[in-house]
């Protein structure tokens, strides 16, 4: 069956992942050390299921064992904010080639509230794409059946005729289970040498 769309996830393929200083320097301004990125995800779904901000950041800073005022719950959203402002522009740019020649795309993510409206507000990011599937919005998060079912009906295709990206194992399974093809992606470089060549679609460049 012909590809008709193209999925992606936002966090580690539309955009890099937070680098290592990145975490020290949030980990800094919290009172705490490199513990953060355990704290950061335990309680996650929850958060980007719609989660408010507040009690999120909270039970963060209960498993580092520190106190979080109001001024540092507002520094932790813009830090990590920050994590996820480094797009991937080759992706962007592969996404805009795919709706030129006639294939829909979309962008399905995991993400809390605070994250999706600032990317939201950002003139044109969201223009990429025909159709968003963001977690917040539906109470629901990858790998949820739902979370895949909600994008292929926004798209108007067969599960068959579209392609998932995202970078977590886990999710890639999710989106094979409803009939989705789907491909791990570790970097854009490894996607366009081995993978794109796998489906019928525009070859991007490197």
């Not at 335990?42 to 106190?67: I, P, S």
């Not at 540092?72 to 830090?79: A, F, H, N, S």
Request: proline share 5%.
């Amino acid at each position: 069956m012909k590809i008709r769309a193209v999925i992606f996830d936002f966090g580690g393929v539309l955009c890099f992942p937070p680098t290592p200083q990145q975490w020290q320097e949030a980990a800094a301004f919290a009172g705490t050390t490199d513990a953060l990125q355990e704290a950061f995800w335990k309680h996650r779904l929850e958060y980007d299921a719609g989660g408010d901000a507040r009690e999120y950041w909270t039970k963060v800073a209960g498993m580092l064992g520190v106190g979080f005022d109001e001024r540092t719950i507002q520094g932790m959203i813009e830090r990590e904010i920050a994590f996820w402002s480094n797009f991937d522009r080759r992706v962007f740019n592969w996404a805009n080639q795919l709706r030129s020649e006639g294939i829909r795309t979309a962008m399905l993510s995991n993400l809390p509230r605070p994250l999706g409206e600032r990317l939201r507000a950002i003139p044109g990011f969201y223009d990429h794409f025909d159709h968003l599937t963001l977690s917040y919005e539906l109470g629901v998060n990858k790998p949820d059946a739902a979370i895949y079912r909600h994008a292929i009906e926004g798209l108007r295709i067969q599960p068959g005729e579209g392609l998932f990206l995202d970078d977590r194992d886990d999710n890639v399974e999710g989106a094979r289970a409803v009939g989705l093809h789907a491909e791990q992606f570790t970097t854009w470089e490894e996607f366009v040498r081995n993978q794109v060549g796998r489906y019928d679609l525009p070859k991007p460049a490197i």
